[in-house]
Nanobody
Framework: QVQLVESGGGLVQAGGSVRLSCVASGRTLSNYAVGWFRQAPGKEREFVAAIRWNGGITYYGDSVKGRSAISRDIAKNTVFLQMNSLIPEDTAVYYC???????????????????WGQGTQVTVSS
């Protein structure tokens, strides 16, 4: 069983940056994929980025590609999401998710992940 806790959200001005953290406990994330998703009011949960714990291969959603970076700290069992050049459309609750059985074709699908955090709110003001 894996427990995930996100932090780092808040109110940010457009053009600013935010760094979200996802700390995992319960077991090491070796062999897991960890993803970040976001959900705005009235919208479906959207893939933001993901990273494979072993090897550090990264994947990005089209809406954040080029202005975000996902990374991991193996020693701290933590995944980070750095987002830059924020726009109001980035406003959402950001969730961290993890699963040991993700394949490439499903890594962008929220229903492929078994473990989820409680989310952290990011609000971008114009």
């Amino acid at each position: 069983q894996v427990q995930l806790v996100e932090s780092g959200g808040g109110l940010v001005q457009a053009g600013g940056s935010v760094r979200l953290s996802c700390v995992a406990s319960g077991r090491t994330l070796s062999n897991y994929a960890v993803g970040w998703f976001r959900q705005a009011p009235g919208k479906e949960r959207e893939f933001v980025a993901a990273i494979r714990w072993n090897g550090g291969i990264t994947y990005y959603g089209d809406s954040v590609k080029g202005r975000s970076a996902i990374s991991r700290d193996i020693a701290k069992n933590t995944v980070f999401l750095q987002m830059n050049s924020l726009i109001p459309e980035d406003t959402a609750v950001y969730y961290c998710a993890a699963d040991p059985s993700i394949i490439l074709s499903t890594i962008r699908q929220p229903n492929a992940y078994d473990y989820w955090g409680q989310g952290t709110q990011v609000t971008v003001s114009s």
